[in-house]
Structures are given as C-alpha cells and as structure tokens.
C-alpha cells in the first residue's frame, strides 16, 4: 500500500467511527443535520461551479467544459436533499450499506495481498472483511420497520467497519517487509 494510500484509509476509518458514534448517540438529529449538511454543501458546490464558469471565462477558449451543467445539477441535488429530508432519510440506511459493502470489499482486497506478500494476519482481515460484508448486504436489502433501528445499526456497522479499516491500516504498516538497498 502507498502512503497516500494508507493516509486515505486512515482517515476514512476514522470519519467512519466519528460517524458511527453520533449516529448511534444521536440516530434522530443525526439524520436530518447529515442530510441537511451535505444539502447545503451541494448546494454551494453547484454555485461555485456555475460563478467559476462564469469567472474563468474558459469556455471562450473553445474546450468543452461542464461548469454550469455540473453546477446546476449539484444544487437540485442540494434542493432535494433539504425539501425531501423524509425521503432521504427513508433511504439512509441503503446508502450506509453500500458504503459498508464497498469498503469491505476493498478491504478483501487487501486481505487477498496481504495473503499474496505473506503477511501474518491476512486470514483475520478477510474473516472481518466478510463479515462486514455480510453485514452491509443486510442492512441494505433488510427492509427495517423502525429507521432509527437502521439508523443504529448503520452507526454501529460504521464504527465497526472504522474500526476493522483502521486495524487493517496498521496491520499492513507492520507485515510488510521493509526492504533495504545496499550499496557497493
């Protein structure tokens, strides 16, 4: 794995965590200031876009560019999400387990290289891998009654999940050989 790599993953198990935990303490306020947040964040990206269009004024070069129509289709995004906060949170749970299925996917990945070097503990991470895997499959095609069940669930499958990234992050720091150049 590259640093950069690993840099990304760290973090990414950490937000993961930081998410878990406040969907776990907090399942109801949570959902609605998630989705308002990242509304609000379409929202703005859509109009820099279209402002930076605008303001370069590089489509007077005569290239193609998809500003304003990238723009325009972030802030109905960002409208969506804040007038139909119900719907979206309807759907919180099935967004959650895609992430949790993407991510533990990748981390087989990483267990099925860490088992190709030789490390020690790739047979733990695919086991967790799986695990979790099975996990977001339930989460996402189990059709919750309650969705602040799902909304925990998601929370404890996201701390988890962080929490099995993270352990693999530095399970890979550690089984992999350092290789030392000599010179003659």
């Known amino acids: 794995m590259t640093k950069t790599f690993q840099k990304a993953m760290l973090i990414t198990s950490i937000v993961y965590i930081v998410i878990g935990l406040i969907l776990v303490i907090w399942p109801d306020a949570a959902r609605q200031i998630i989705i308002y947040a990242i509304g609000a964040a379409a929202l703005l990206y859509g109009g820099f876009r279209i402002v930076d269009f605008f303001v370069r004024k590089e489509h007077l070069s005569g290239t193609i560019q998809l500003g304003v129509a990238l723009g325009i289709a972030c802030m109905l995004l960002g409208l969506f999400l804040i007038f139909k906060v119900d719907l979206v949170v309807s759907l919180l749970a099935a967004v959650i387990g895609v992430a949790v299925i993407v991510d533990s996917v990748l981390r087989l990945q990483i267990a099925l290289n860490l088992r190709h070097i030789g490390g020690r503990y790739w047979a733990v991470l695919l086991v967790t891998s799986l695990v979790t895997l099975g996990l977001g499959i339930l989460l996402l095609f189990n059709p ?41």
Request: hydrophobic share 50%; net charge positive; glycine share 10%.
């Open 144 to 184: 919750f009654t309650v969705i602040k069940v799902a909304t925990i669930v998601g929370g404890v499958l996201l701390i988890i999940d962080g929490g099995f990234t993270l352990w693999s992050v530095l399970q890979s720091q550690a089984s992999v050989p350092q290789r030392t150049v000599s010179i003659k």
